[in-house]
């Protein structure tokens, strides 16, 4: 069975711009969470979709943003990219609803630098 | 407040030697799964063990095992027989609310290196 996988695996932008960001999730599995990882802040939630729906949202600006299509596949974009973007971006899929042991499978990352 | 801690930013341990990772929680929902990743240099999250809250048994994955005591709110990862490979960080998670949603908190993550 093929593991969750993200592209692009690395991304260079400029301070400005934005960025979108691709994961498809294992197959089976509906719902897709967010994660941003950075050395000062560590990982934080962004946000989780199941059925096309956003279920869940961290607390992060309305910058960020994403989307899941009928196929779970989801997206998540970053306009007018800062500095402070700069990170390593987890996918993790899982069944909906998880079973008390339903862990999420994370994907390779996709990192993005922003100069 | 944290929902999780883990207070060893880095640690050492003998290659075939036994280690304990720390992690400690903090919730008040009844119903809660508490889950260790491990992160090699890479950047793709490993799933390891799981222990659910009202698991009565401590978990245990092959080499992998997990001291949970609920009172104290600590759910340790012990290594046994460090291999060389199991250099990398690792992170302690905990989901909230079973059945209820995907969102995992996570703590800070130890270093952990294997010294042959």
């Known amino acids: 069975k093929a593991g969750v996988t993200q592209t692009p695996r690395y991304l260079i932008k400029t301070r400005g711009q934005q960025v979108t960001l691709s994961c498809s999730p294992i197959s089976g599995h509906r719902s897709v969470s967010w994660y941003q990882q950075t050395p000062g802040q560590g990982l934080q939630f962004l946000f989780e979709y199941f059925s096309e729906t956003q279920r869940n949202k961290g607390n992060f600006p309305g910058r960020f943003s994403g989307r899941q299509f009928s196929n779970s596949r989801s997206e998540m974009n970053v306009s007018t990219l800062e500095l402070g973007d700069s990170a390593l971006y987890l996918c993790a899929s899982s069944r909906f609803p998880p079973t008390d042991q339903e862990t999420q499978y994370f994907g390779p990352g996709t990192r993005l630098l922003v100069l | 407040a944290q929902k999780i801690t883990q207070t060893q930013p880095g640690m050492f341990v003998q290659e075939k030697e036994a280690v304990t990772l720390d992690c400690t929680y903090d919730?008040?929902?009844?119903?809660?799964?508490l889950f260790w990743y491990k992160q090699p240099s890479s950047g793709e999250m490993i799933f390891l063990i799981y222990q659910g809250s009202y698991d009565q048994q401590n978990a245990t994955e092959g080499r992998y095992s997990l001291n949970f005591q609920k009172a104290r709110k600590s759910a340790n990862l012990v290594i046994s027989a460090s291999q060389l490979g199991d250099s990398a960080m690792y992170f302690c998670?905990?989901?909230?609310?079973?059945?209820?949603?995907?969102?995992?908190?996570f703590g800070t993550g130890t270093s952990l290196t294997v010294i042959p």
């Open positions: 919730t008040s929902d009844p119903s809660y799964g």
């Open positions: 998670a905990m989901r909230e609310g079973l059945g209820t949603g995907n969102q995992f908190y």
